[in-house]
């Protein structure tokens, strides 16, 4: 049996087993949102109802968490797949400062850019080119910018949940 745990803001931040939300629950680090009544723990002082959803009393911040790694598709998704220098329709990327002169593979330094705008630039910045950007890149913010496949395999959350006490 599993139990959704969310943080104080009602965000979810892991599954665990429902022992591990028995012990923050009684230690009154979270409290009980929803029960499953079918099969309840019998304790020595009566029994207690399985948590299916608990939410923490404090606020735990979660470090890393909302780092999303750069790729080539994510970068293409954030830039909705527009040239940064011409807006047409673009299928590669670019290194605004270019990876021979320490450019790094950032999420701001790199831009959506169509075949024809990449081959032009080649190894020089745009203001070597006299380009403008049309819009300063910037890392995606929010969970829907996860990009399928980068994410990490079944995350432990289990040892930041002691932070909340």
């Given at each position: 049996?599993?139990?959704?745990?969310?943080?104080?803001?009602?965000?979810?931040?892991?599954?665990?087993?429902?022992?591990?939300?028995?012990?923050?629950?009684?230690?009154?680090k979270?409290t009980?949102?929803?029960?499953?009544?079918?099969?309840?723990?019998?304790?020595?002082?009566?029994?207690?109802?399985?948590?299916?959803?608990?939410?923490?009393?404090?606020?735990?911040?979660?470090?890393?968490?909302?780092?999303?790694?750069?790729?080539?598709?994510?970068?293409?998704?954030?830039?909705?797949?527009?040239c940064?220098?011409?807006?047409?329709?673009?299928?590669?990327?670019?290194?605004?400062?270019?990876?021979?002169?320490?450019?790094a593979?950032?999420?701001?330094?790199?831009?959506?850019?169509?075949?024809?705008?990449?081959?032009?630039?080649?190894?020089?910045?745009?203001?070597?080119?006299?380009?403008?950007?049309r819009?300063?890149?910037?890392?995606?913010?929010?969970?829907?910018?996860?990009?399928?496949?980068?994410?990490?395999?079944?995350?432990?959350?289990?040892?930041?949940?002691?932070?909340?006490?």
């Amino acid at each position: 049996m599993r139990t959704l745990v969310l943080n104080a803001g009602y965000e979810p931040l892991a599954v665990v087993s429902f022992k591990r939300a028995l012990v923050l629950v009684m230690n009154e680090k979270a409290t009980v949102i929803e029960r499953i009544d079918e099969s309840p723990v019998w304790g020595i002082r009566g029994s207690v109802d399985r948590p299916a959803v608990i939410v923490l009393t404090r606020y735990v911040r979660m470090p890393g968490a909302r780092r999303v790694p750069v790729t080539r598709r994510g970068v293409l998704r954030r830039d909705a797949h527009r040239c940064a220098y011409c807006g047409k329709g673009a299928t590669t990327i670019d290194h605004v400062l270019p990876r021979s002169r320490g450019g790094a593979d950032s999420w701001e330094n790199l831009v959506a850019c169509c075949l024809r705008c990449n081959n032009m630039k080649g190894d020089r910045t745009p203001q070597e080119m006299g380009w403008d950007l049309r819009w300063v890149p910037q890392p995606p913010r929010g969970s829907q910018w996860t990009v399928r496949g980068t994410e990490r395999a079944e995350p432990s959350w289990e040892p930041y949940l002691s932070l909340a006490a």
